[in-house]
Structures are given as structure tokens and as C-alpha cells.
């Protein structure tokens, strides 16, 4: 079946624009993560969602990130006033049923702030 | 979660077997022992997760040391599609009701042909 997909694959903006990026979970599964991926800080969780409540957002970095899900579906990352620190690759991974069911990864998006 | 230490990469020949290690000393008793890797350009896969006792599934074998405070993943056969960071995760169920997974640097394994 289908994995989970991202959307874009890569995304250039410039410092202080807003930028949204999609994912789109594996049908069914109610646990969804985001995660980035920067050179220097290594593979750092963000947000939980469990269907559309998001009980743990202990790893947004400041207010300027937000994430929100719909229908127990789709998940939107936003950053608000990009900054050159923001560029990493956003990850973002599904789940079945209990939390601790594997995750499967989507392949990124790829976000370049100049 | 308790915190785990690989080594930072280790290299294999091609269809020869590879043991990597992690220690995790600190790891408490309802902890988990998850296994990821990360193809290059690609995001995270699972490889293996057990808790206690040793695990197979046909991508590798988990050996969990009797004292819990060491693991080894076992790929039995190394191909060039091996070639990847591998992450050890502890996860425990009791204080991290999400499931979130904590990266450590990971291993990262390169094959020889």
C-alpha cells in the first residue's frame, strides 16, 4: 500500500516567509510525528499527534513553529518568519494504534531558507 | 529515556556479518530496545525492537545482553543496501506515552564489495 508521503520535496524561500508543509500519513494510522533533520543537531523530534490533539509539542523550537491535523489525517508544519536555522529536512512519520508500533518515515521535505 | 552510546561507524565486507553494539548502562526496566536506520537520502526505517529476550524478523537479530545494560543488532549478511546510520532507541512506555523516538548520532556502517 501506499506509504506515507510529503509534500513538497523541496522548498527554497527566503528569510521571513511563511512556509507549510504537508504530510500525509499512512491511511488508518492514528499516531503521527514530525522531526527534522539539520548537520548540526542530528534527527530531533518536534510534535506528537494522536488522531487531531496534539498531546506533545515539547520539541517545537519556538512559537514560530506550529502544526496542525485534520480528519485524523493530513498534518501541516508551518513556520512563520523562516530563519537560515530553520533549513533542515522535516520528516514526518505514522503510526497504527499503540505508540509503540513501529513509525514509518515519509522521504522529507527538504526546506533551504536564504 | 535512557541515553545510548554507539560507535560512530564501523565498516563490513560484503555478505560477511555485522555486530553492531550499543550500550545503554542506565536503561530502566520497562525501557525498550528499538533499532532504525537511515538509507542515504531517505528518512528513518525500522529495523527491530525487543525488550528482554533476543528477536529475529527477517531483516536482523537483536541479542540483549542478560543485564539489559548492552544490545547487539546482528545483520547476518551484509549487502551494499546495508550501508546506512544505524540508530539505537531506548523507549519507555510508562514516561513516554507518544512513542516519540530520541536519535542518538547512530552508527553509521559502511560495506565493502
Known amino acids: 500500500g501506499a506509504g506515507v508521503s510529503q509534500s513538497p520535496s523541496n522548498k527554497v524561500t527566503e528569510k521571513g516567509k511563511d512556509v507549510e508543509l504537508r504530510c500525509d500519513p499512512i491511511s488508518g494510522h492514528t499516531a503521527l510525528y514530525w522531526y527534522r533533520q539539520s548537520l548540526g543537531q542530528g534527527l530531533e523530534f518536534l510534535i506528537y499527534?494522536?488522531?487531531?490533539?496534539?498531546?506533545?509539542k515539547s520539541g517545537l523550537p519556538s512559537d514560530r513553529f506550529s502544526a496542525e491535523r485534520t480528519g485524523g489525517s493530513v498534518s501541516t508544519l508551518t513556520i512563520q518568519r523562516t530563519q537560515q536555522e530553520d533549513s533542515a529536512v522535516y520528516l514526518c512519520a505514522s503510526g497504527a494504534g499503540s505508540s509503540y508500533n513501529e513509525q514509518f518515515f515519509g522521504p522529507g521535505t527538504r526546506l533551504t531558507v536564504l | 529515556d535512557a541515553k545510548t552510546t554507539q560507535p560512530n561507524s564501523m565498516e563490513s565486507n560484503e555478505e560477511e556479518p555485522v555486530h553492531l553494539p550499543c550500550n545503554h548502562s542506565?536503561?530502566?526496566?520497562?525501557?525498550?530496545i528499538h533499532w532504525y536506520r537511515q538509507l542515504p537520502s531517505q528518512g528513518p526505517e525500522y529495523v527491530i525492537h525487543?525488550?528482554?529476550s533476543n528477536v529475529n524478523n527477517r531483516m536482523a537479530s537483536l541479542a540483549i545482553a542478560e543485564d539489559r545494560k548492552s544490545s547487539t543488532l546482528i545483520l547476518h549478511r551484509a549487502t551494499l543496501r546495508d550501508a546506512a546510520v544505524y540508530y539505537c532507541?531506548?523507549?519507555?512506555?510508562?514516561?513516554?506515552?507518544?512513542?516519540?523516538?530520541?536519535f542518538g548520532q547512530g552508527t553509521e556502517l559502511s560495506v565493502k564489495p
Open positions: 499527534f494522536q488522531g487531531n490533539s496534539a498531546p506533545d
Open positions: 525487543g525488550l528482554t
Open positions: 542506565t536503561i530502566s526496566g520497562t525501557d525498550y
Open positions: 532507541i531506548l523507549r519507555d512506555p510508562i514516561y513516554n506515552q507518544g512513542g516519540k523516538l530520541i
